[in-house]
């Protein structure tokens, strides 16, 4: 696996990861298709996921539970927006409450999958994570520009790297 | 989520003591230019608001909003020396936006990581 490209757009709120991946389309396509492979990704190791609810269709819902070092319980779901298997995949994900009903008070994120066919049978996969319509998530990509912050923010860097993160 | 995984990652594992609201105050206050530039020159030295104002074309009036927005997300500190107001940076929180950014780009590092493992696994693993 390589990440290709990495593009944050703050007009758009929009991040947008591309890999490529040694595997067919097909293959790739599993990891979003499998709530078994699914569970295996979507959390970081700290905090697995345990995928409850998987319907990839449209309208449909994905429901999963992040467990936490601690035993603390994240529940969280996906709301299917549209599926073209095995090359796309559109979905809303939000934060659930502890009895897994959607809490409407934190924002959501738009995430759009495509898979694309390589010469040689690999694939590229393009995630496209859309931030909510919130000024600081806006500024939270903007900070983040490969192209470089400004000069107040790289000197911001400069007084913070000595001192190690 | 993305914004979940990066509000749980902050608070859970990284920061521990700064809630998620407290990091969008951070980034608000970031999103602007000058507040951007008061806290570069701040973190240098302690300034007063006046010695401030002189710097940016804008009134007393506009650069003591800016302090005041820095204030709030715990960027910038002010205290009182006589009749002025001393402010003065707070690396902290700065450190721990930058950590909250990094994460952010991170989580998709991770998981796309985790499909690449999973993808090399035999299909019976």
């Known amino acids: 696996m390589t990440v290709t490209t990495v593009k944050k757009d703050p007009e758009t709120r929009t991040l947008t990861i591309s890999a490529q991946f040694d595997a067919p389309v097909a293959r790739v396509w599993q990891v979003w298709d499998d709530p078994r492979q699914l569970e295996r990704w979507w959390g970081p190791p700290t905090y697995p996921a345990t995928v409850l609810d998987h319907d990839l269709t449209p309208g449909g819902s994905v429901t999963y539970l992040m467990t936490g070092p601690g035993g603390d319980k994240h529940r969280g779901w996906w709301r299917v927006i549209a599926v073209d298997a095995p090359h796309r995949l559109e979905f809303e994900d939000g934060f659930a409450d502890d009895a897994g009903n959607p809490n409407n008070t934190l924002p959501t994120t738009t995430c759009r999958v495509t898979l694309h066919e390589q010469a040689g049978g690999g694939t590229r996969m393009e995630i496209e994570s859309t931030f909510p319509d919130l000024q600081a998530m806006q500024q939270l990509t903007e900070m983040g520009m490969e192209e470089g912050m400004t000069a107040a923010v790289g000197q911001i860097d400069q007084l913070l790297t000595p001192q190690g993160h | ?125």
């Open chain 2, 1 to 125: 989520m993305v914004l979940v995984a990066v509000r749980l990652t902050y608070n859970s594992m990284v920061v521990g003591s700064v809630d998620a609201e407290r990091a969008d105050q951070v980034f608000h206050a970031l999103a602007d230019a000058t507040r951007r530039d008061i806290v570069a020159v701040v973190l240098a030295g302690e300034q007063s608001v006046s010695e401030l104002a002189r710097r940016y074309p804008m009134s007393f009036a506009a650069v003591q909003k800016h302090v005041v927005v820095l204030e709030r997300a715990g960027l910038v500190t002010k205290r009182r020396e006589g009749r002025e107001q001393r402010v003065g940076g707070n690396i902290d929180t700065l450190r721990e936006a930058h950590h909250l950014l990094n994460q952010l780009e991170a989580i998709w590092r991770q998981r796309l990581d985790r499909i690449g493992a999973i993808l090399a696994d035999p299909p019976e693993a």
